[in-house]
């Protein structure tokens, strides 16, 4: 009798257990566990010119040579986003500082894909928004991309060559 | 000993299939490219110059083509000359659904299971951009890309619309919409 309700006992842990597993997990967004100065410096950038819509135009530019599709615009408030091909999520601000700087700041979020199965995720990588975002910006601007003065490392040196 | 290399292969179970997001990230960000492929090569496609510098003209006409081609517009932008659209499509192909029922068959007569998976819709998505050059050109880039998704819902493949066929349809299109000559690059 005893054994038997041991059985029934193993039985339903086993099945509750099995049932639980097969729940679909809720989309969460995972954010990034970084500091905001470590995030902002990551993600933000500025360049030496007043001209904001020059920016704002050279954004877009690169998000579509980056295969970007633009989702939404709001050139009022400098925001664009762009999803490639419904994995990867880019919303990019652009801000002016003065007549002659301009800040950009990017921030990515991966999502489920084709192959590859896990929750919405904020992008907290450096490398990601320096390689595969500020230098090609560079590049369309032909200016350097430099840390925010108070992120700037000790020579200020640009992160992006031309 | 037995404990570590059970707790070992039990780590290796959990978190080795589960990828590192930045990692992936960092995969999915880059430029859109195949081998022999360049940014240049894929604006030559995607890109052209028209002798306008009309550009709010242009964008309309980039509006109604992309409306004639069925995209419902999603976002526009016409002092930047933006527009961005969507169109779903049915992506079911005859050939994939038989072949799939055919593996389903095959598999229950081998005594195991299959579920027929294959592609039911697609969306195709358009973003064009429309810039001045100088004075009497302006130039239009759009590109478009597809996502499709399988009879179980989920979304399966997805990728950049390179033929070039399709660009050319589309930019000539816009050159009849709006009588714009075409300069090509």
Redesign the interface.
């Known amino acids: 009798m005893r054994k038997s309700k041991r059985y029934c006992f193993v039985l339903v842990t086993c099945s509750a257990l099995s049932v639980a597993a097969c729940q679909p997990k809720p989309p969460e967004l995972v954010l990034s566990t970084k500091s905001a100065v470590e995030l902002r410096s990551m993600q933000a950038r500025r360049f030496e010119t007043g001209d904001e819509a020059k920016v704002y135009r050279a954004v877009i530019a690169t998000m579509m040579d980056l295969g970007y599709a633009i989702t939404t615009l709001e050139p009022d408030a400098g925001t664009v986003t762009g999803n490639k091909l419904a994995q990867l999520d880019l919303t990019v601000t652009v801000t002016p500082i003065n007549d002659e700087q301009t800040s950009v700041r990017a921030n990515a979020i991966v999502k489920v894909g084709p192959q590859v199965q896990f929750a919405p995720t904020q992008v907290d990588g450096p490398e990601f928004y320096q390689k595969r975002f500020f230098e090609p910006l560079s590049k369309a601007l032909f200016l350097e991309a430099l840390y925010e003065p108070e992120d700037a490392p000790k020579d200020n040196k640009p992160l992006a060559e031309n | 000993m037995l404990r570590v290399v059970f707790a070992a292969c039990l780590a290796v179970v959990l978190f080795g299939c589960?990828?590192n997001?930045?990692?992936?990230?960092?995969e999915?960000?880059?430029?859109?490219l195949e081998e022999g492929e360049s940014?240049t090569s894929?604006?030559a496609i995607q890109m052209r110059s028209f002798k306008t510098n009309n550009t709010s003209e242009i964008t309309a006409a980039g509006m109604a083509t992309l409306q004639d081609l069925g995209f419902t517009i999603?976002?526009a932008?016409s002092?930047?000359g933006?527009i961005?659209g969507s169109k779903d499509r049915d992506a079911v192909e005859g050939g994939q659904v038989a072949a799939q029922v055919l593996i389903t068959v095959l598999a229950a007569l081998a005594g195991s299971s299959h579920t027929p998976t294959y592609d039911e819709s697609q969306k195709i998505?358009?973003?064009l951009?429309v810039?001045k050059v100088d004075e009497g050109t302006s130039e239009v880039?759009i590109?478009f890309?597809r996502?499709i998704t399988n009879n179980l819902g989920?979304?399966?493949?997805?990728?950049?619309i390179k033929e070039p066929e399709i660009y050319q349809e589309f930019f000539a299109k816009l050159s009849q919409s709006a009588f714009f000559e075409e300069q090509g690059r």
Do not use: H, I, Y
């Open positions: 589960a990828p997001p930045n990692d992936v990230a960092l999915l960000g880059q430029p859109p940014t894929l604006r999603e976002a932008s002092d930047f933006v961005t998505k358009a973003t951009m810039s880039r590109f890309d996502q989920q979304l399966w493949k997805a990728d950049l």
